[in-house]
């Protein structure tokens, strides 16, 4: 199980597959989504959207 934490308003998204969290995290505000392997930590860096909320 991957997961990681939202930088806006710091909820937690799981997901079965890594390339399904990389996906997802594209997509999330701010510059760096930090995925996490359960029971592993941090296990990949992926380059967020770069949008920040005004």
Known sequence: ???YKDNW??????FKTLSAAKKAA???????IYIHKKGSGIIHTVKASGYCYP
Request: negative net charge; charged residues 25%; aromatic residues 12%.
């Open 1 to 3: 199980m991957y997961w």
């Open 9 to 14: 308003n710091g909820g937690i998204h799981e």
């Open 26 to 32: 594209k997509d999330e505000c701010g510059c760096t």
